[in-house]
């Protein structure tokens, strides 16, 4: 959008332009175009007194003089219509050209004041939206430290308390304590039947001594 704004404020500075090399060239050939009409008129208007206020006695004279002047008073006449109608032209299209100046130029400003507006408010946006981001983005890394620390507490769990699969090494190691204990158990069972047998075999070799005597 605010491309679009430098572009009409581009546009418009041409149109600028443009409409005032239109202008001057109008003011100035306008300008001849009075003189130049003006001045025929001036011509006829002397040429119609003086002819109008000529010595009627001499009649021939009068009338070469009069024929010569219908020529250049008709040719004159031919050049102020000439004039007139080129000067009329003239500020025809440059009223025509000021009005569409005029027009579009409106149009460009009230273009740019509602861009303008809108690159204000979208530019208010923005800052509320970066805000938000930036908001979100720390309650993000708060939340992350968080569930890291959590993780990490999980994980010293579940190393306390799930058991980890032992490995051949350990099974092996396992097996020969528990075969090792088993055999001194064993052992240690042996000697204690052992003993009983020859207790229990003493007390019947007394039982039987007591009944002999």
Sequence with gaps: MQEELAALTRSQAEMDKLRAEEKSAWEKNSSEMEKGLNGVKLALK?????YAKADKA?????FVQTTG???????????????????????AAEESAAQAYDQETKENEIEKTTKEADV?????EAAGLDKSVAEL?????????????????????????????ET?????????????????????LNEETADSLVQLHSKRVLRGAKRHF
């Design 46 to 50: 002397v040429l119609n007194e003086y």
């Design 58 to 62: 001499a009649a021939g004279a009068a």
């Design 69 to 91: 002047a219908d020529g250049i008073i008709g040719l004159l006449e031919v050049c102020e219509s000439d004039f007139s109608k080129n000067l009329a032209e003239m500020n």
């Design 120 to 124: 204000k408010y979208k530019t208010k």
């Design 137 to 165: 983005t720390s309650d993000k890394e708060g939340v992350t430290t968080e569930l890291d620390a959590v993780l990490e507490y999980l994980k010293k769990i579940e190393e306390e308390c799930v058991a980890k699969p």
């Design 168 to 188: 051949y090494e350990e099974r092996t190691e396992r097996r020969a304590a528990e075969i090792a204990g088993l055999k001194e158990g064993l052992q240690v």
